[in-house]
């Protein structure tokens, strides 16, 4: 499971709520699908747990078990990475308002996306959208539920059901490598800011840094996912869309 981002955020407002997050969202061209890929990934998860809730105990070897047809996995999240793109500059001109905040943003930025790649490496996620929109809801509902988190069974489940969304969406088959990589990356920096400014209200103890973090969170799942936060949640163990 992705872990909690260790670098501060060093203040209790940082970058405010919406100056600049919307100019980022909105830069590389997939903003307006996701909304789409919400409801697809709500419909995804809930099959999936309606399957398994109703899978019967006992099976007759007598008994005739029709059998799904296999998904066709397409990976129309996949992009190939071009080590020239640098997301992290624009990012972080973007929000930051003095050198110091940008500074401090590139730096959450870089930490955040090195970590993450070594983890989506092992998992097999690397260079697919489906793994950054998975880090991020896991961050976000993390932060804005205070700590909760799903079991890595349930990451996995998630990461699945998006993938499968990317998959019903033939428009994201004709999406450019660059556009791509940059929203992929763009997904894992919100990600690092929320969990740096909820790690350094955690450890000091504030409330209002808590408080912060919280309502950035809530801000970026009305963004990114379209959806009201109060329907992300963890049941156990797995993410739940309403």
Known sequence: ????????????????????YGNVYG??????????MYN????????????????????????SVAVQPARVIRNHGVFRPDKTIDTG????????????EKALILKIYAATKSAYEKEAAAKGWNNNIAGGLTFFT??????YRDGQEPSDEGVEAYY????????DMPEFASVSNKD????????????????ATYTEGKQND?????????????????????????NLRIENGQIVLK
Request: charged share 10%; aromatic share 6%; proline share 4%.
């Open 206 to 230: 504030n409330a209002a840094t808590i408080d912060s973090s919280k309502k950035l969170a809530g801000m970026l799942i009305n963004m990114v996912l379209k959806t009201d936060p109060e």
């Open 89 to 100: 500059k624009p990012f972080a001109e973007a929000l930051g308002a003095t050198p110091e």
């Open 1 to 20: 499971m992705f872990g909690v981002c260790s670098i501060q955020a060093q203040t209790p407002n940082a970058w405010g709520y919406t100056t600049g």
């Open 138 to 143: 896991v961050a976000a509902i993390n932060v």
């Open 160 to 167: 699945k059901a998006v993938n499968a969304s990317l998959d």
């Open 27 to 36: 830069t590389f061209g997939l903003a307006q699908t996701m909304q789409t």
């Open 180 to 195: 791509k990589q940059n929203f992929n990356n763009m997904l894992i920096g919100f990600g690092g800011l929320m969990l």
């Open 40 to 63: 697809t990934t709500r419909r995804h998860t809930q099959s999936t747990s309606s399957s398994l809730s109703s899978k019967p105990a006992t099976t007759s070897s007598a008994q």
